[in-house]
Antibody
Framework: EVELVESGGALVQPGGSLRVSCAAS????????MSWVRQAPGKGLEWVANIKEDGSEQYYVDSVKGRFTISKDNVQKTLYLQMNSLRVEDTAVYYC???????????WGQGTLVTVSS | DTQMTQSPSSLSASVGDRVTITCRASQGIGSWLAWYQQKPGKAPKLLIHGVFNLQSGVSSRFSGSGSGTDFTLTISSLQPEDFATYFC?????????FGGGTKVEIK
């Protein structure tokens, strides 16, 4: 059974850093692109970043470029999102999600809450 | 960026009603259109991908249609478990973008 489990969410001050993780199981992690999608409280969904199967390519939404880094460890079957220079507007539940051939997301984690506040 | 305009933002309906939600893309996205259902405190659930392809395990009362820039999600006979928020998503070009959501409430 496919499972994605996020961790690492926390309360962080503006300008701070945080790394969130997503542990994958039940599928061949090294064969899949992976993504982070976030949702601010009471708001809609926002795609954040994609990473290629082998980690060789990454893509980001403009609002996080230069501040966030997506990476994946295919041995540990874990996806990461390193977030630096955090802003209040980065406050959201961060989901890891598995995109499939149709570029839609067939599996999602339960989400981890990142709160940026002083 | 491709903007996704979803309507209505909310609707009230009764069990058994036929419900239609639309999404309009600001530019052509081919067939790269998906629909999700989200319940409070839960992750989104994939319903439809590639405009009209029903995700495995999803009830056949959900259907998708459309082409180019205009797309529709239809629930043929609303059931109690269908009261939720629905989002469309385009994947025709980066950044992938979502519609603003449609909250389906009990009438």
């Amino acid at each position: 059974e496919v499972e994605l489990v996020e961790s690492g969410g926390a309360l962080v001050q503006p300008g701070g850093s945080l790394r969130v993780s997503c542990a994958a199981s039940g599928f061949t992690f090294s064969s899949y692109w992976m993504s982070w999608v976030r949702q601010a409280p009471g708001k809609g969904l926002e795609w954040v970043a994609n990473i290629k199967e082998d980690g060789s390519e990454q893509y980001y939404v403009d609002s996080v470029k230069g501040r966030f880094t997506i990476s994946k460890d295919n041995v540990q079957k874990t996806l990461y999102l390193q977030m630096n220079s955090l802003r209040v507007e980065d406050t959201a539940v961060y989901y890891c999600a598995r995109p499939v051939a149709s570029r839609s997301y067939d599996y999602w984690g339960q989400g981890t809450l990142v709160t940026v506040s002083s | 960026d491709t903007q996704m305009t979803q309507s209505p933002s909310s609707l009230s309906a009764s069990v058994g009603d036929r419900v239609t939600i639309t999404c309009r893309a600001s530019q052509g996205i081919g067939s790269w259109l998906a629909w999700y259902q989200q319940k409070p405190g839960k992750a989104p659930k994939l319903l439809i991908h590639g405009v009209f392809n029903l995700q495995s395990g999803v009830s056949s009362r959900f259907s998708g249609s459309g082409s180019g820039t205009d797309f529709t999600l239809t629930i043929s006979s609303l059931q109690p478990e269908d009261f939720a928020t629905y989002f469309c998503q385009q994947a025709g070009s980066l950044p992938f973008t979502f519609g603003g959501g449609t909250k389906v409430e009990i009438k």
